[in-house]
C-alpha cells in the first residue's frame, strides 16, 4: 500500500493522527487512531494500515520503536527506542515523510 493510498483510507474514516508502538523481540504492539479534536476513535481500527506502520517502525528502528503519524502535516515521527531496567530510552527521534516511512 502506497503512501497516498494510507492517507486517503484514514482520512475517509475520520483519522487525523495515528500513533503505536512496537517490540519486535517480544511480540509487543499497539496502535492509536485520533480524530480531528484529538480523541481517541473508540470503534475505529484499520488492521491493514496498523500493520504497516508496525512493520515499517521497527523496520526503520531495526528494533523496538514508536511513530506518530500526522495526516495533515503528512509525515512521521519515529523513534528509535532501548530497553532499560526501568523501561525504554529514547535513542533516537526522527521526522520523515510518509513516503519514506513506508519504502
Do not use: C, I, N
Amino acid at each position: 500500500m502506497k503512501a497516498k493510498e494510507v492517507v486517503q483510507r484514514l482520512r475517509a474514516d475520520g483519522v487525523a493522527r495515528v500513533e503505536g508502538v512496537v517490540e519486535p523481540e517480544w511480540g509487543h504492539e499497539a496502535v492509536w487512531f485520533f480524530g480531528s479534536q484529538g480523541r481517541p476513535l473508540q470503534d475505529f481500527y484499520e488492521e491493514e494500515v496498523a500493520a504497516l506502520l508496525l512493520e515499517a517502525t521497527a523496520r526503520w528502528a531495526d528494533g523496538p520503536g514508536a511513530f506518530t503519524l500526522d495526516l495533515e502535516a503528512g509525515r512521521v515521527v519515529v523513534e528509535v527506542l532501548e530497553e532499560q531496567d526501568y523501561g525504554y530510552e529514547v535513542l533516537r527521534k526522527e521526522r520523515v515523510s510518509l513516503e519514506d516511512f513506508l519504502e
